[in-house]
């Protein structure tokens, strides 16, 4: 596992090298995106989280709720005794997180208190590919549901399209929608879907750290990192691309 602010400092790192033209092309491009896309889901590969559904009489449930530092970032975690129900970001203003919480469960009473299964998703975040299942407990219609577990079967590096979520390119509008109401940040990787022409804007928590988490994820897979960051990535990528134009 790597340790707290390990990850966000290489995402920092990728932030500080978007303006890059070659970067952007090399690991951000329209083709590279739509490759990405078009690339199957491996066999075995196990979703990292379950999805419950919110049922008649969960609004009578107390939420349990934590801020917490994990390496992607400080988060507000609530959870009911039936699994997370909500991951948002926090850094910038907890307050805001908790409203954030509270708008999305109007009937529940919450409480700031720590349990085993908002651990669940803390160290899913601390480390996403260690194989930590996590338990969802998730409110939302029929359609909302079948977009996030779909979206759970987009491994780690990996891309998809609000076409392909939603079946074809009548529901991209509806299956964006969905995607944008997903209540679990990083778990539920709505960064991971993309228009079909492999461009993308409107995430909830930024359109940068979408980039980076994209970028970071990619080049995790490819174990392209150097002790000092994508610094050596990006120069000797930019050394070949001179070279073959």
Request: with cysteine; net charge neutral.
């Amino acid at each position: 596992m790597e340790e707290k602010g390990a990850v966000i400092n290489k995402l920092e790192a990728v932030k500080g090298r978007l303006a890059d033209p070659f970067f952007e092309q090399q690991y951000l491009g329209k083709s590279v995106m739509l490759f990405r896309s078009r690339r199957p889901v491996p066999a075995g590969v196990t979703p990292a989280a379950t999805i419950g559904e919110w049922e008649s009489g969960d609004d009578m449930l107390t939420i349990a709720y934590q801020y917490a530092a994990t390496a992607l970032g400080e988060i507000l975690v609530g959870a009911t005794e039936k699994g997370v129900c909500f991951v948002g970001l926090a850094a910038g203003d907890k307050a805001v997180a908790l409203s954030g919480l509270k708008r999305r469960f109007p009937g529940n009473t919450t409480e700031e208190k720590q349990t085993a299964i908002q651990q669940e998703a803390i160290d899913y975040l601390n480390s996403p590919r260690s194989g930590t299942r996590v338990r969802l407990h998730l409110k939302g219609t029929v359609f909302q549901l079948s977009v996030w577990r779909k979206l759970l079967d987009v491994p780690f590096g990996g891309l998809t399209t609000y076409a392909r979520l939603g079946g074809n390119i009548q529901n991209a509008r509806a299956t964006g929608s969905a995607v944008g109401d997903n209540p679990v940040y990083f778990i539920v990787p709505c960064h991971r879907v993309i228009r079909s022409d492999g461009s993308f804007e409107g995430y909830y928590w930024g359109n940068e750290l979408k980039m980076a988490l994209l970028a970071w994820e990619r080049l995790e897979n490819e174990k392209q990192y150097t002790p000092e960051g994508i610094e050596d990535i990006t120069q000797s990528g930019a050394e070949t691309n001179t070279k073959a134009g």
